[in-house]
């Protein structure tokens, strides 16, 4: 049977819906196929990312620093009071500590500055760390990535005189509120400022006499959306150092 003008019309009118429906059910079902694929892609918590460098053994734990075994964890705290609302993995910090980071957030005890420290050793039953290590970084507002590289110096010091073989360290600065620096910046930093101190030790021992570090490893902490991030920037530093 021959069409007539305005049958064709309605055909091509139709014709163009079925493809316009077609099209946007394919866009719909690609965008959660990549939503799922980058999902997946995420490690887990309590996944280790190797960090592949010749230098120094390093690794990436997605963990909170609150549920770590260890010799020695190591956290950061920016200056701040009490009033000054904690978050992310300092919150659950400060509740299995019953509350110790908002009683020392004062500046007659821990004032935060940067490079001061504070070694606590917890009690039973509250982190399964055997000692924590809390550093300063200082003022929020005037925070730079450059900054970590004193912390990562502070860290080997502190491991290398405690005689500490493997410390776990989470840096903190998102936990603090500052978030305008990738993790990769704030880890490389560190790192250098880490490797500097090891390679200030390794002189005195040789020259001096000076007891060598039991230092063998790092732990650096991330959490599953910043750990490539952080691995890269780890391996940049590492990179560097071994130029």
Not at 32 to 51: D, I, M
Not at 94 to 99: H, I, K
Not at 155 to 161: D, G, L, P, S
Not at 194 to 213: E, G, H, K, S, V
Request: proline share 5%; charged share 20%; hydrophobic share 45%.
């Amino acid at each position: 049977m021959a069409l007539t003008w305005r049958d064709s019309g309605r055909l091509i009118v139709e014709v163009r819906r079925l493809v316009v429906s077609a099209l946007l059910c394919c866009s719909v079902a690609t965008h959660r196929t990549s939503a799922q694929t980058s999902a997946a892609s995420l490690p887990v918590a309590g996944q280790v990312r190797t960090v592949q460098s010749a230098t120094f053994p390093v690794d990436v734990l997605v963990q909170g620093p609150a549920e770590t075994m260890t010799e020695l964890q190591v956290i950061c705290l920016f200056r701040s009071e009490p009033s000054d609302p904690l978050h992310g993995s300092l919150v659950e910090m400060n509740e299995r500590l019953q509350g110790l980071l908002d009683a020392v957030r004062k500046p007659s005890l821990f004032s935060g500055e940067a490079g001061e420290t504070l070694l606590v050793i917890p009690r039973a039953g509250t982190i399964p760390a055997q000692r924590l290590l809390i550093v300063g970084l200082g003022d929020p507002r005037t925070f730079t990535p450059a900054r970590m590289n004193l912390v990562g110096a502070i860290v080997f010091e502190e491991a290398h005189r405690m005689v500490i073989h493997h410390p776990f360290f989470a840096p903190m600065v998102l936990d603090g509120g500052v978030s305008e620096f990738s993790t990769g910046e704030i880890a490389s930093e560190f790192m250098s400022g880490f490797l500097r101190a090891r390679r200030t030790q390794a002189l005195l021992a040789d020259r001096y006499d000076a007891l060598r570090t039991r230092v063998e490893k790092l732990t650096f902490l991330a959490d599953a959306a910043h750990a490539a991030d952080t691995q890269e920037g780890l391996a940049k530093a590492l990179a560097a150092e071994a130029k």
